[in-house]
């Protein structure tokens, strides 16, 4: 009797449409990881003057489901004594929080269709940027766990070292976005967006702040030259050590996952999102109507994204691994104070604005 007062209770149309939504958000996702492997690989061999994947397919454009085929019919191989259900939730774990923070993203403003006007964001939560943090701050565990799991005490010290520069990081991440946070005066992303549809983007408003955020996005997603967590080379990472096949496959992928979503949280918070430059989208709206201004928006919104995936496979390509010491030298003793400095002068600019003082 309750479920069927459940069952009736429930808006069907907007359940279905959020549905779709979020299996078309996640399916993206993936397959932007997937051909990122693709083109980072095309980005290496042009930066070193060698043609990169070519074999498989036309251009080498088959290479991801080649490595995607190889990794799933691996051998698998599990430690004798290492804790089964840990051994599995780790690399799951990695890629759902990687996921997950798709579901407060505004891909577009609105798409009518079957005569509704359907919203391009999964969740409209006014907390928006504290549930980015909460999810992201849970792929730490999928790091730890992967190097408790297999038992293996060299494993476990190579997942504390990478942990603890995620949370170092992750500490002048969130200070330097409070400098954004009290300019816009507000916590959701569809908002944040909104604000920035007159053309003042927030990069021009805190380019400090966004130049912070920048370089804890490459420690947060494991990018040289902070990737001292798949520094197979020279540490002993857990997932490096022990996993194979697709269990591998899920670390590796999800670092993939986290770079789309970086540059789309990045593109949403300072580079006005969806937003179309040098156009007012309310009037272009009456000219061509909103599901074509819908489609420019997220090929806007894409390019904006491609742009930072771009960005991160160039940086690893040039600039060289820092060594540990200086690693956490430059979080502890360079970002953090900046992050606090940023965060005071915004705070004194708004205060005088408030009183109107002028200098």
């Not at 992303?189 to 920035?196: D, I, K, S």
């Not at 789309?260 to 949280?265: D, I």
């Amino acid at each position: 009797m309750y479920l069927n007062q459940i069952l009736l209770n429930i808006d069907w149309p907007l359940f279905t449409e959020k549905l779709v939504l979020i299996i078309v958000v996640v399916m993206v996702s993936l397959f932007v990881a997937m051909y990122s492997t693709y083109l980072e690989r095309k980005v290496a061999g042009f930066m070193q003057d060698r043609l990169g994947p070519d074999r498989a397919g036309p251009f080498g454009i088959l290479q991801p489901m080649a490595d995607g085929l190889k990794l799933f019919f691996k051998e698998e191989i599990v430690p004798n004594f290492s804790s089964k259900f840990l051994f599995i939730l780790g690399p799951i774990l990695a890629m759902l929080t990687a996921i997950m923070v798709s579901a407060v993203i505004p891909w577009g403003d609105k798409f009518h269709i079957f005569n509704r006007d359907v919203s391009l964001q999964i969740a409209d939560v006014n907390i928006g940027i504290l549930y980015i943090f909460g999810v992201v701050s849970l792929g730490v565990y999928g790091i730890m766990i992967g190097g408790w799991a297999s038992n293996n005490k060299f494993s476990l010290l190579g997942a504390m070292r990478a942990a603890s520069q995620i949370i170092s990081y992750e500490l002048a991440l969130g200070i330097a976005l409070i400098g954004l946070l009290m300019v816009t005066g507000t916590l959701s992303l569809n908002e944040m967006v909104a604000q920035q549809k007159d053309g003042r983007w927030n990069i021009f408003v805190q380019p400090l702040g966004f130049l912070i955020f920048l370089i804890c996005a490459f420690a947060e997603t494991n990018r040289t030259p902070f990737d001292l967590p798949e520094a197979e080379n020279e540490l002993t990472g857990g997932y490096h050590s022990e996993y194979s096949s697709m269990k591998l496959g899920f670390y590796l992928f999800a670092e993939y996952v986290n770079m789309f979503l970086s540059g789309a949280v990045m593109s949403t918070l300072y580079f006005g999102g969806y937003d179309i430059p040098f156009v007012n989208d309310a009037n272009l709206v009456h000219s061509i109507g909103m599901n074509w201004v819908a489609i420019i928006e997220g090929a806007v919104f894409f390019a904006k994204i491609l742009f930072f995936i771009f960005l991160f496979m160039w940086v690893r390509w040039t600039v060289p691994r820092f060594r540990y010491d200086q690693l956490m030298n430059l979080g502890w003793k360079i970002l953090l104070p900046l992050s606090l400095f940023n965060m005071l002068v915004t705070g004194a600019l708004i205060l005088l604005k408030q009183n109107h003082w002028h200098f």
